[in-house]
C-alpha cells in the first residue's frame, strides 16, 4: 500500500528538545537544501575543480551547516521555553513550527528552482516568463498553502514535515561522517586575513615600491584618460599628463578572474586558465606570478581589494601575497562570503552565497537600494591603513588595490549623480537591467542611459582617485613609488550587448585606460601602439630589476615608458568561458590585434572575422573574404598560440 | 488533501523563478551532469516522502524471505 503524504504521523508533536531540533534542522540542511542549491552548478564547478575537490568543498558546507542548525534549534528552544509558560498545550507544535516551517518553505522554493532550471537546461533555456508571472506564483502559493493548512492542518504539517526528517537522520550520520573523512583525509589550507609579519632584519632598500590601482570595468572610450580634456575621468587624465598614457590598452579577456590574473602573471587566458567568473588558476601557472617573484626577491606584496574576483583568495595565488584584505561593502551576504575565504583553496566562497541565492537578489543588501554597496573610499582607506602599517618595515612595497566602482550597479553617490541623466530615472537598483545581458536594438534608448548613469559612476570613482592620489603625493610618498592606473576590462554600452563577460570581444569589452607614472616622472607622454595587459608584470619586473616571468605571455614596454621606440607586436584577448580546464582547447574566441587589423577566431565553428580598426571602430564590417591572405596569416599566429598553451598545460611554467 | 490542491501547489511552485542576479551567471550551469543527475535526486527525495513506509515494508518483506525469519 501507498501512503499518503499525511498519513504517517498523528499529533500530538513531541516535546521539542535541543538535540533533536539540532538533528532535525541539519538534516534538513544536508539532505535538502544544499543538494538543492548544489546540483544546478555542479557542471560549472566541475570545468575548474577536479571531482575530488568539489565532493570535499561539499562535505565542508555540510559540515559548517551545523553553525546555522544550532543557531535555528537554540532559537526554537527559546521558543518553546517561553511558549510552554503562556500557552502549555501548544509549546510543542510553536517551536517545532518555528523550525520546520521555514525550513519547508526553503525547501520548496529551491525545489521549485531546480524543477524549473532544469526544465530550461533541457529545453535549451528556451523558456521565458513575463514579469507579472513571480507575483502571480506567490499569489497562488499562498493560497494553496493556506488550503493546504486548513485542509489538513497545520499540526498534521508539521509532524509530517517532522516525522520525515527525523526518519533520515541516519543518512544524514553517514553523509557527515563521510564528509568529515574526506575533509581529514584532503584538507584545504588556511589563509588568515591579518598580513604576513615582515621577514626579521630586512635590509634597508633603494628600490622604488610599486603601486598598481585598478578600477573594475572602465572602458576606455568612456574614460577618455589620455585627453587632457576628459569629462568623465578629469583627475586621472591630469595625473596621466606628468606620466605615460597608453591610448590602446588591450585587457586579456572581458571579466575580472581571466584579466587580473593575467595582470598578476604576464600569461594569457589560454594559459593560466582562470576562464570562468568563479574559476581560479591552473596549478601550475599560479607560481608564475609578478608577486611571487617580487616576494622572493625581498619585497613585501600587498593585495586589497572590494571585489573577491579581483583577489588572490580568488585566484589562488594567495600564497603569493604577505596580505590578501577584502574591503568592507554594503552587501549584507559578503561578510560570509569573506569568511569563507578563510579556506581559499576551496570553492566555498562560491557555494556559500548559493546556499542563500533563495534571498534574491536584493535581499543580501544592508544598505538603501538607491545607493551602491560598494564604495571606492573603502579600499583606498583600506590602502592607508596597510601603508601606516608598513610605514617602518624597510622591505620594498608592492601594493595592488582594485575597486569595484564604477562597476555596476550603475548607482553613483550624490557627488556625480544626476550630471548627466536627470533625476527620475534609473534612481534604485531595481530600475536597472540585469548586467551582462544581450538587447534588442529597440532598449538602445536605455541602455544609453545607463551609460549615462555609467559614466556618472566614472565620475565618482575619479574623484575618489584623485583624492587619494593627492594624498599620496602630499605624503611624500609618490615619488618613490611606480604607479600604475589601470582596469579589469572595460563595459559594453553597444552592439547589442549591455556590461562586460560573455563571448564578445569587441572594442568596448577589451579596451581601457593604462596609465603609468614612474618615480619623480614629471614629462608626459601618450602611446598610440596597442600593448596587452600581460605587459603589465614584465614591466613592472623590468623596472624592479628583478628576473623576468620566464614563460610570460608579454613583455616588458619599459622603452615605452622611457620615451624610446619598440617594435610593435600583436596583442590578444580571448573568451573561453565554456571551456573546461581538463579538455583540450576546442571552443571559445580569440581575438588578434596587429595594428589596426583586429582578427577574432571562434574555435568551435572556426570562422574568422577580420576588421579595420582604423577605417571601422565599431567593428560592423567584416573584411575578411576581400583579405584572405592577411586573415590566413593572422589566424595561423592564433593558432600557433593555441598550440603552445596546449603544449604548457599542466607543465611547469617556472624553474 | 485533493488531488486538485496538490496540483495546484505544484504547478504555482514550479512557477517561482530565481530573480535575475546583477552578477555573473556561471554558463557552465544546467549542463549534463544536472540534467541527470536533477531528476535522480527529486526522484530519491519523492520516494523518501511519499513511498517511505511501503519501500521499508519491501526490504522487510526482501529480508524475511531471504532469511526466512523476521527482522523486527
Known amino acids: 500500500m501507498v501512503d499518503g503524504p499525511f498519513q504517517l504521523v498523528s499529533p500530538p508533536l513531541p516535546r521539542l528538545r535541543l538535540a533533536e531540533a539540532f538533528w532535525t534542522a541539519l538534516t534538513a540542511c544536508v539532505l535538502l537544501w544544499i543538494p538543492l542549491t548544489i546540483l544546478p552548478i555542479v557542471d560549472g564547478l566541475l570545468v575548474y575543480v577536479p571531482g575530488l575537490d568539489v565532493v570535499r568543498d561539499v562535505g565542508l558546507l555540510m559540515l559548517l551547516a551545523a553553525l546555522p542548525a544550532l543557531l535555528m534549534a537554540l532559537l526554537c528552544a527559546l521558543v518553546s521555553g517561553a511558549a510552554s509558560r503562556v500557552w502549555p498545550a501548544k509549546a510543542a507544535l510553536i517551536a517545532w513550527s518555528v523550525l520546520l516551517l521555514p525550513l519547508l518553505a526553503i525547501g520548496l522554493r529551491q525545489f521549485a528552482r531546480l524543477l524549473w532550471l532544469w526544465a530550461q537546461a533541457v529545453s535549451g533555456a528556451g523558456l521565458q516568463l513575463p514579469w507579472t508571472a513571480k507575483p502571480v506564483a506567490a499569489a497562488l502559493v499562498l493560497a494553496a498553502a493556506s488550503a493546504l493548512f486548513w485542509r489538513v492542518g497545520w499540526p498534521r504539517v508539521v509532524a509530517w514535515v517532522l516525522n520525515a526528517l527525523q526518519a533520515a537522520r541516519r543518512a544524514t550520520y553517514v553523509v557527515l561522517l563521510l564528509a568529515l573523512g574526506l575533509a581529514v583525509l584532503h584538507p584545504a589550507h588556511f589563509k588568515g586575513m591579518a598580513s604576513r609579519e615582515p621577514q626579521a632584519a630586512p635590509q634597508a632598500t633603494q628600490q622604488p615600491g610599486i603601486l598598481v590601482i585598478t578600477l573594475d570595468a572602465v572602458a576606455a572610450q568612456d574614460a577618455d584618460v589620455c585627453n587632457p580634456a576628459s569629462r568623465t575621468m578629469p583627475r586621472l587624465a591630469a595625473f596621466a599628463r606628468g606620466a605615460t598614457c597608453f591610448a590602446r590598452f588591450y585587457t586579456a579577456s572581458n571579466f575580472t578572474t581571466a584579466t587580473t590574473s593575467t595582470i598578476e602573471t604576464g600569461l594569457l587566458p589560454w594559459t593560466h586558465f582562470a576562464t570562468q567568473p568563479d574559476s581560479t588558476m591552473s596549478a601550475n601557472s599560479r607560481p608564475h606570478s609578478l608577486a611571487n617573484v617580487l616576494a622572493r626577491a625581498g619585497w613585501r606584496t600587498h593585495s586589497i581589494t572590494d571585489n573577491l574576483l579581483a583577489s588572490p583568495r580568488h585566484r589562488g595565488t594567495w600564497p603569493n601575497f604577505d596580505t590578501a584584505w577584502i574591503s568592507r561593502t554594503g552587501l549584507a551576504i559578503t561578510p560570509l562570503r569573506d569568511i569563507a575565504t578563510l579556506l581559499p583553496d576551496t570553492t566555498l566562497p562560491r557555494l556559500i552565497p548559493a546556499c542563500f541565492a533563495f534571498l534574491g537578489s536584493t535581499g543580501g543588501w544592508a544598505s538603501d537600494p538607491a545607493d551602491s554597496p560598494y564604495r571606492s573610499e573603502a579600499v583606498y582607506a583600506d590602502v592607508d591603513r596597510l601603508l601606516a602599517q608598513e610605514r617602518d618595515v624597510r622591505q620594498p612595497q608592492f601594493v595592488w588595490a582594485h575597486t569595484l566602482p564604477p562597476h555596476a550597479p550603475y548607482l553613483p553617490p550624490p557627488s556625480t549623480r544626476h550630471r548627466l541623466l536627470p533625476a527620475g530615472e534609473l534612481e534604485r537598483w531595481g530600475d536597472l537591467l540585469p548586467d551582462n545581458i544581450d538587447y534588442a536594438p529597440a532598449q538602445q534608448a536605455l541602455v544609453d542611459k545607463h551609460r549615462l548613469r555609467y559614466r556618472e559612476s566614472l565620475m565618482a570613482a575619479d574623484i575618489a582617485l584623485g583624492d587619494w592620489l593627492d594624498r599620496f603625493k602630499q605624503s611624500g610618498a609618490m615619488d618613490h613609488y611606480i604607479v600604475v592606473i589601470s582596469t579589469d576590462h572595460g563595459e559594453s554600452f553597444s552592439a547589442g550587448f549591455l556590461g562586460h563577460a560573455g563571448p564578445r570581444l569587441h572594442e568596448a569589452l577589451i579596451r581601457g585606460p593604462l596609465v603609468v607614472r614612474l618615480p619623480a616622472q614629471t614629462q608626459g607622454r601618450v602611446v598610440d601602439e596597442p600593448v596587452s595587459q600581460a605587459d603589465l608584470a614584465p614591466t613592472l619586473l623590468d623596472l624592479a630589476g628583478v628576473p623576468a616571468l620566464p614563460s610570460a605571455d608579454g613583455r616588458s614596454i619599459r622603452a615605452l615608458l622611457e620615451g624610446k621606440p619598440l617594435a610593435p607586436v600583436p596583442v590578444f584577448a580571448m573568451s573561453m568561458e565554456h571551456q573546461s580546464r581538463f579538455q583540450p582547447l576546442g571552443s571559445g574566441r580569440f581575438a588578434m590585434i596587429d595594428g589596426n587589423d583586429k582578427l577574432v577566431l571562434r574555435l568551435g565553428s572556426g570562422q574568422a572575422q577580420l576588421f579595420d580598426l582604423a577605417q571601422d571602430p565599431e567593428e560592423l564590417h567584416d573584411i575578411a573574404d576581400s583579405m584572405p591572405e592577411r586573415t590566413r596569416a593572422m589566424r595561423s599566429v592564433i593558432e600557433g598560440g593555441l598550440l603552445r598553451a596546449e603544449q604548457r598545460r599542466g607543465k611547469p611554467l617556472t624553474p | ?72
Open chain 2, 1 to 72: 488533501m485533493n488531488q486538485f490542491l496538490r496540483r495546484v501547489l505544484l504547478c504555482t511552485l514550479a512557477l517561482l523563478l530565481p530573480t535575475a542576479a546583477h552578477a555573473y551567471i556561471d554558463p557552465n550551469a544546467g549542463g549534463m551532469l544536472f540534467q541527470l543527475l536533477a531528476p535522480v535526486f527529486a526522484a530519491v527525495v519523492g520516494a523518501w516522502l511519499f513511498l517511505r513506509r511501503w519501500i521499508t515494508e519491501l526490504i522487510k518483506a526482501g529480508w524475511r524471505w531471504l532469511t526466512g525469519r523476521s527482522n523486527s
